[in-house]
């Protein structure tokens, strides 16, 4: 156990399986689904043996691995796993299988190309959270970029390629930047010290300390990567789109770990290697964050499509993250994290739950629906937990993450925490608008036409969110499971801004 | 007197060699005519075995790759001096073979249902090859002059033989006409050059050029010659706005000539501007950078804007190749724009010699997709033929969209390590050459959108009614396979570490010589 390359594993493994169902002939569908879920919760039960070897009061990366790869440049292959990126991974392989479990159903075409997709998917997503090398994260940072753009392109809605190649183009803009930023750094790196060596690695550029003007370029790169990725208000109108147009899966692992990877972006990389530029900036940043999460909320109240409200609401519950980062206080930053995972699960399950309901109707359209309260009882129920967490309901995982959010901007600037807990009053509405309209009420015309069809959910589609409904409760009840991962990162992230003096705070 | 010294005959073996070749494929052509198969087996087996043979002759420092032979200091010098064969050589050898050897197996698929000879197809290609490879080696300008011709002649033929075919004929007439054109700029440029500095070969002419170069202003002769060079130059590189030629020389020529004429004639080109610009002329660098970086922008910027428009595969790869010259022109702005004397000089040389490397893999790799999509004579180069293709043919449609994502610049790809080194080396010497680096990503994105849609129609469009399958040769399989392989492995450790050495080396010598 000691010495196998856990975190090498827990990433490759997906490739193998993709390698191995690349061999599997096309006609086996079942086989290409079992070998696909198979491969997903192995990959799971890995992740769960790094939560088992993890020592959360341990203030350094754990299960390190490093090799040399081309010296030349001082570029390494280097992992290093800490709370932070722990808990990600556990998201990104509990949503994979459920993700995979979930298009048993929807897919049915070309299902082998559409497995290897989301298990290459899954390489570049838990790479990005394992990498400490800045070459090695970039590259795994693209990598997640070619399987999504198939995913929407090919198994997505009408509109497919338009929002696909929105998608692909909106991300290379930034990560092309991004890449630009990287090398900059390390040649400044480079140039300081003579050496290639440590040039591209996080820990030794973290500790360098960069010239500020340098930080200031650098910091535009990296931060439009994560910004759009994110995405942050005026970055997100990628978003809907894609959304609207993924299929089911893709729309919960898009805004399950795809968002996560840039608020993940923002508080490993863009702040601690630019602290001075991350300080300059962040008056900036909150206000579009206070935009993001107003705009979000005010636009997902008019939204008719129940994706694009989902899709809209991210955008709102997002900038809550970006928010608890930029005012660089203990309690806001553990409340961004708190909501990166909240969300992945929350968004996820409902998403899921769309999907549910488009599979049955083909129509997300809300004002079609209506009384499924009456058709549907369990599923009525299940969106009814899933609303009321979305709306931060005390006692499930969101409240906990937006309520130290606002706590940490109280102690900023009480200001912006009105202006933030104004908004959760109208993710409130929109919420329980969407709920009551599709939920209660009579059984639309539309519905009703559907006769025997619209069924309850099933056994598989109960399986894929049972997990989502019991982690949200457990961290809603216990946030201590979460918090104490966090407590290092955040200690790290703190110490790097030089928090408490922070210049430019009303 | 010429003396058949052993630096001569060492020196000389690669490209005699690849004459011989060439020759031996027309004479068995001749003794057993319409023996496809045999010539290609003849042929690529050839190439491969002078590819070993150069990499045994070197000189590489790397100890292992010279058996028994003491390399000298500064390679081996042929014929007192004209030739030379050093790492760079040596390195440049060894693509262009790479590329003769994969044009040679995409051939046969291509022109055998269309009736076109296989014997004059690799004979002609191995005698332009030829005239490259003795244009890497060049020290002297009338061999420069001399190799650049050889390299283009046949070019000009390959790009025509499929005489019975309008656009053909007009791509070739068009090739040949701005091609002579732009020799004869050249040429001119190179007697002027030749009258200030009193003599033909490369280092005595950087020598005598050094005392011109202490004037406070250049002669006006002197500058003339300068910029004919740079002109003929950027015509026979392609690059922005003397790049009208390429567009209908590529889409007129046989799909494999078109491939070849992307890579195997732009390497020759860059080769030629590093024995001439970067060792005759590098003292005069803060005259001519200025220009290529102007070229560099404007070459990836409208080769990109104007690919985004075309409906036929073969012009929009003709743009493309036009933009990637203006990513590699950037490593020669980024040793122009560095001090004399800094590490980044040799980073701008080694990034030119990275992407030429990775570039010349990927896009003839692409350029096979193409002609093994029209293997059946009728099938047009219309992107609409790409039609479903991840569905009519997944392997072909996989090695399509892993060469499309390559040419993007998508990790962990060989494009995506040639943009690196070339920003890498932009970055190392700063100033104006971070703008470039900015717009070179900022096209990098740019192009990621026609490639895409390319990637669209393959797996987001249905094929077309009734479409035949897809049957692919031996040879072009052989061919595919070996630049599929470069192009997805370039970033394991031996063969990453292995090139980024050579290139080092190669780039080295041109630091050393100027």
């Known amino acids: ?506 | 007197m010429i003396v058949f010294d052993q630096a001569t005959l060492l020196a000389f073996t690669p490209p005699v060699l690849v004459a011989l070749l060439a020759l031996v494929l027309v004479v068995v052509d001749i003794a057993r005519p319409a023996r496809d198969r045999a010539l290609t087996l003849i042929g690529a087996v050839g190439i491969a075995a002078i590819m070993a043979i150069t990499v045994v002759i070197g000189p590489f420092g790397l100890a292992e790759a010279q058996v028994g032979l003491i390399p000298q200091a500064g390679g081996y010098e042929a014929f007192g001096g004209v030739y030379v064969r050093d790492a760079l050589t040596a390195f440049l050898d060894l693509l262009l073979l790479s590329i003769a050897l994969l044009t040679i197996l995409f051939g046969p698929d291509y022109l055998r249902p269309r009736g076109l000879p296989t014997a004059e197809f690799a004979a002609m290609l191995l005698f332009a090859i030829c005239g490259a490879m003795l244009l890497g080696g060049a020290r002297d300008l009338v061999l420069l002059f001399l190799a650049l011709e050889l390299l283009v002649l046949p070019g000009y033929l390959l790009a025509g033989y499929a005489k019975r075919d309008g656009l053909a004929t007009e791509g070739a007439i068009k090739y040949f006409l701005l091609g002579s054109f732009s020799s004869a700029i050249f040429l001119f440029g190179l007697v002027l050059v030749f009258g200030f500095a009193g003599t033909t070969r490369i280092p005595e002419v950087a020598q005598s050029l050094l005392g011109v170069s202490e004037l406070a202003a250049l002669p006006a002769g002197l500058l003339m010659g300068i910029a004919l060079l740079t002109t003929g130059a950027a015509f026979k590189i392609a690059a922005v706005p003397f790049h009208y030629w390429t567009p209908d020389a590529y889409q007129g020529s046989p799909t494999p000539v078109t491939g070849y004429l992307s890579v195997g004639p732009k390497v020759a080109a860059f080769a030629l501007l590093l024995r001439l610009f970067v060792e005759a002329l590098g003292g005069f660098k803060e005259d001519w950078t200025p220009f290529v970086m102007v070229l560099a922008v404007l070459t990836m910027s409208v080769g990109n804007l104007i690919a985004l428009s075309q409906d036929n595969i073969k012009r929009l790869l003709a743009y493309s190749s036009i933009a990637h010259t203006g990513y590699i022109l950037v490593g020669l702005a980024a040793f122009g724009a560095a001090t004399v004397g800094s590490p980044a000089e040799q980073a701008g040389l080694e990034a030119l010699l990275f992407y030429a490397f990775a570039y010349a893999f990927m896009n003839l790799g692409a350029f096979a997709v193409v002609g093994a999509l029209q293997r059946r004579p009728g099938v047009t180069s219309q992107i609409a033929t790409f039609a479903g293709l991840g569905r009519r043919a997944p392997l072909l449609g996989v090695l399509m969209f892993l060469f499309l994502l390559s040419l993007t610049g998508i990790p962990p790809f060989a494009g995506f390590w040639a943009k690196w080194y070339v920003i890498q080396a932009a970055l190392q010497v700063g100033g104006w050459l971070n703008v470039l680096a900015v717009i070179t990503v900022v096209n990098a994105m740019v192009s990621a959108f026609y490639y895409l849609r390319v990637a669209v129609y393959m797996y987001m469009r249905d094929p077309a009614e009734g479409a035949p399958p897809i049957e692919v040769g031996t040879a072009t399989r052989i061919g595919l396979a070996i630049s599929a392989a470069v192009t997805l492995f370039i970033w394991l450790p031996p063969l990453a570490t292995t090139l980024i050495d050579i290139t080092r080396e190669a780039a080295a010598v041109l630091i050393a010589g100027s």
Do not use: C
Request: hydrophobic share 60%.
């Open chain 1, 1 to 506: 156990m000691e010495n196998l390359p856990l975190l090498s594993i827990v990433i490759f493994l997906p490739l193998v399986g993709a390698l191995a169902i690349a061999f599997i002939p096309r006609e086996r569908l079942a086989l290409i689904r079992g070998a696909a879920l198979v491969t997903a919760l192995a990959t799971f039960v890995v992740s769960l043996f790094l939560l088992l070897g993890f020592d959360a009061n341990v203030a350094d990366f754990q299960m390190r691995e490093e090799m040399e790869w081309i010296p030349a440049f001082g570029i390494e292959y280097k992992l290093g796993l800490d709370g932070m990126s722990l808990a990600l991974v556990v998201l990104t392989t509990t949503l994979t299988w459920i993700a995979i479990l979930a298009s048993f159903g929807p897919i049915v075409d070309r299902v082998k190309e559409y497995m290897i997709s989301f298990l290459v998917l899954e390489v570049g997503m838990i790479g990005v959270f394992l990498a400490l090398d800045m070459f090695l994260f970039y590259i795994f940072w693209e990598i997640v970029l070619v399987p999504m753009y198939l995913i929407i392109g090919i198994w997505g809605g009408s509109n497919r390629i338009y929002a696909t190649i929105k998608f692909v183009l909106y991300t290379l803009v930034g990560s092309l930047l991004m890449l630009v930023a990287i090398l900059g750094l390390a040649f400044n790196y480079q140039a300081a010290t003579g050496s290639w060596a440590g040039a591209f690695d996080y820990e030794t550029l973290r500790a360098f300390g960069f010239d500020p003007t340098l930080q200031f370029f650098a910091f535009i790169g990296f931060f439009l990567t994560f910004a759009i990725k994110i995405p942050m208000f005026p970055f997100h109108t990628w978003l809907p789109d894609a959304h609207v147009e993924a299929p089911t899966a893709g729309s919960v692992i898009l805004a399950g770990i795809l968002l996560k990877l840039g608020g993940y972006g923002l508080i490993r990389f863009a702040v601690p290697l630019m602290p001075d530029a991350a300080q300059a900036w962040a008056p900036l940043i909150i206000v579009l964050s206070l935009i993001g999460i107003v705009y979000g909320a005010i636009v997902a109240l008019v939204q008719p499509d129940l994706k694009k409200l989902v899709a809209y609401s991210s955008v709102s519950h997002m900038g809550f993250v970006t928010l608890g980062i930029f005012i660089f206080t203990e309690q806001g930053l553990l409340g961004a994290l708190t909501v990166m995972i909240a969300h992945g699960l929350i968004t996820g399950g409902l998403f899921l739950l769309v999907g549910v309901i488009y599979e049955r109707t083909h129509d997300r359209t809300i004002a079609k629906m209506g009384g499924l309260a009456a058709t549907m009882p369990v599923y009525a129920a299940v969106l009814g937990f899933f609303v009321m967490a979305s709306l931060s309901l005390p006692g499930l995982a969101n409240f906990v993450g937006e309520i130290l959010v606002l706590v940490g901007a109280f102690e900023y600037w009480p200001p912006v925490a009105a202006v933030a807990g104004l908004a959760m009053m109208l993710s409130a509405a929109y919420l329980l608008w969407m709920f009551q309209r599709v939920i209660f009420g009579e059984v639309s015309d539309f519905l009703r036409g559907l006769g025997h069809h619209l069924r309850d959910m099933d056994r598989n589609e109960a399986l894929t969110l049972a997990p989502l409904v019991v982690l949200t409760v457990a961290f809603g009840l216990f946030p201590g499971l979460l918090l104490n991962l966090f407590g290092v990162p955040v200690n790290d992230f703190l110490a790097s801004v030089g928090a408490g003096t922070l210049a430019g705070r009303p």
